[in-house]
């Protein structure tokens, strides 16, 4: 299995689901992916549609975790 972890913010996340697809259309093994999201809050309906669409690309499995950002200031 390909584990990938992102670490966004949720103006950031348009580009991580950008950086997944090129991740994805790449991708030339046969192992599952899983993705990792390491989030400061929860995907608004437009970023998740997008992210969604990645499954087209190539199947995987997506986590998505919302971590308290100020825990790191």
């Known amino acids: 299995m390909l584990n990938i972890v992102f670490a966004s913010d ?5 580009f991580t689901a ?6 994805l259309r790449h991708y030339r093994h046969h192992e ?3 993705v990792f999201l390491l ?3 929860q995907l608004d309906a437009a970023t998740k549609s997008k992210f ?3 499954q087209q690309i190539l199947p995987h499995e997506r986590n998505q975790i ?3 950002a ?3 200031d």
């Not at 949720?10 to 348009?14: F, K």
């Open 66 to 68: 919302v971590v308290d």
């Open 52 to 54: 969604d669409s990645l």
């Open 70 to 72: 100020s825990a790191f």
């Open 18 to 23: 950008v950086t997944l697809a090129s991740a």
């Open 39 to 41: 989030l400061d809050q």
């Open 10 to 14: 949720a103006n950031y996340a348009p």
């Open 32 to 34: 599952p992916v899983r």
